[in-house]
């Protein structure tokens, strides 16, 4: 298993930029694709990135694309989210999450979740 902390939310106003960092320990991180969500209230969990074992292919959703870069560095355990060009509806909770290369069962692991919020 794997344990996943977020950090790096905060307050930031439209357009700006925040990068959101989840540390991982537990097990050897490049047996794992590594994906960010966010989950609104009232609303379900939002896929927004993904990136493989060794960050050779990353996947974005389309309200994303062009604003956020995901990034990996398995050296330091770490996987990464740059965020620029915020929205106000950017503003939820975001969460990193552990997908075990090689199985069939998805994300197996969350972290606590970390709050962004984008002024107007």
């Known amino acids: 298993q794997v344990q996943l902390v977020e950090s790096g939310g905060g307050l930031v106003q439209a357009g700006g930029s925040l990068r959101l960092s989840c540390a991982a320990s537990?097990?050897?991180?490049?047996?794992?694709?590594m994906g960010w969500f966010r989950q609104a209230p009232g609303k379900e969990r939002e896929f927004v990135a993904r990136?493989?074992?060794?960050?050779?292919?990353?996947y974005y959703a389309d309200s994303v694309k062009g604003r956020f870069t995901i990034a990996r560095d398995n050296a330091k355990t770490a996987v990464y989210l740059q965020m620029n060009g915020l929205k106000p509806e950017d503003t939820t909770v975001y969460y990193c999450?552990?997908?075990?290369?090689?199985?069939?069962?998805?994300?197996?692991?969350w972290g606590q979740g970390t709050q962004v919020t984008v002024s107007s």
């Open positions: 537990g097990r050897t991180f490049s047996t794992y694709n």
């Open positions: 990136i493989t074992r060794f960050g050779g292919t990353t």
């Open positions: 999450a552990a997908d075990p290369a090689g199985t069939q069962r998805g994300y197996e692991y």
